[in-house]
Structure formats: structure tokens, C-alpha cells
């Protein structure tokens, strides 16, 4: 299984957002919301990813994060897109120059 993790950007009372690695590198960003009894899953992923590499990590969202979370649910519906990174746009800049606050720490 390729070494996918997810490290975690945001965290709402009713979401989650993750940016999804793959030996050190960026491959996608998933966005989790709890909407009991289902729980609604975006992941968008590169075009270099395989279906296998999709269906790897769809499983570890099921396995690793939903069920960590221990809420009661009936239903995990993930929604699936395949593209390439276009950047992050902001509508304000960050007081801090070019690097965002996390970045710089």
C-alpha cells in the first residue's frame, strides 16, 4: 500500500480539512463534514494517482479519520475528483508576506 497520510489543516464542531500526502508530497486535500447520520467526504486528487491509489485512500478516510472521530453514522458518501492543482487564491493577502501563517512557523 503506497504511504498515504493525511495531515490536517482545519477543524470545525462539524468539519474537517486535510491536505492528503504521498511520500512527503502534496497528492490531493480532502474536506470531511458530519452531517449525522451521514458523513459527506470531497477528495480531490492528482491526475498521477491510480484508481487502486484512490480506492487506498478512500479506505483509510473510512478506517483512519471517520471512525477515529467515533461519531455514530449510518452512511460515508465521498465524492471523487481527479485534476490538477491550480493554486490557492485568497481575497485578502496575508499580513505576513508571501508565506501563510503556517508555513512560517
Same mark, same amino acid.
Given at each position: 500500500?503506497?504511504?498515504? @497520510? ?11 480539512? @486535510? ?14 463534514? @458530519? ?71
Amino acid at each position: 500500500m503506497p504511504g498515504f @497520510y493525511f495531515q490536517r489543516e482545519t477543524r470545525t464542531p462539524n468539519s474537517e480539512c @486535510y491536505t492528503v500526502i504521498e511520500e512527503a508530497s502534496p497528492v490531493g486535500r480532502l474536506d470531511i463534514h @458530519y452531517a449525522s447520520p451521514v458523513v459527506h467526504a470531497t477528495l480531490i486528487v492528482s491526475e498521477s494517482l491510480t484508481q487502486e491509489g484512490i480506492q487506498d485512500i478512500v479506505e483509510m478516510i473510512d478506517e483512519d479519520l471517520i471512525d477515529a472521530v467515533g461519531i455514530d453514522r449510518q452512511e460515508l458518501i465521498v465524492h471523487v475528483h481527479q485534476g490538477r492543482d491550480l493554486g490557492v487564491f485568497a481575497h485578502n493577502e496575508w499580513p505576513w508576506g508571501d508565506e501563510h501563517p503556517e508555513e512560517g512557523a
